[in-house]
């Protein structure tokens, strides 16, 4: 079974800094496209940041421009979310998810993303 196991979320108070991790289980995932979505309660899931296979381009949502950086480890398997400068609205389950490297990174859209993880909870207290 193909699965992505987001970790690192949690509790921080604002202007603190947290550092998401995206790995695969049950193949690999170094030649995809991949993403980081958000979802609030009683909110849309929105995207935040995505990467693409060889960590050439990245595109960030612009409410967290300039404060998120997302990057690949050094096989490519692996996805990061450092976020700093948190601010309440930050606050959500935060989703890592995968696409083929044919759909650009640029391409924002939820509906392109094939693999979901299960979500890790960021909690921003002001």
């Known amino acids: 079974q193909v699965q992505l196991v987001e970790s690192g979320g949690g509790l921080v108070q604002a202007g603190g800094s947290l550092r998401l991790s995206c790995a695969p289980s049950?193949?690999?995932?170094?030649?995809?496209?991949m993403g980081w979505f958000r979802q609030a309660p009683g909110k849309e899931r929105e995207f935040v940041a995505a990467?693409?296979?060889?960590?050439?381009?990245?595109v960030y949502a612009d409410s967290v421009k300039d404060r998120f950086t997302i990057s690949r480890g050094d096989a490519r398997n692996t996805v990061y979310l450092q976020m700093n400068s948190l601010k309440p609205e930050d606050m959500a389950v935060y989703y890592c998810?995968?696409?083929?490297?044919?759909?650009?990174?640029?391409?924002?859209?939820?509906?392109?993303?094939?693999?979901w993880g299960q979500g890790t909870q960021v909690t921003v207290s002001a």
């Open positions: 990467i693409s296979w060889d960590g050439g381009t990245t």
């Open positions: 998810a995968a696409k083929s490297v044919l759909s650009s990174a640029l391409d924002t859209t939820r509906s392109t993303y094939a693999y």
């Open positions: 049950g193949r690999t995932f170094s030649t995809y496209t």
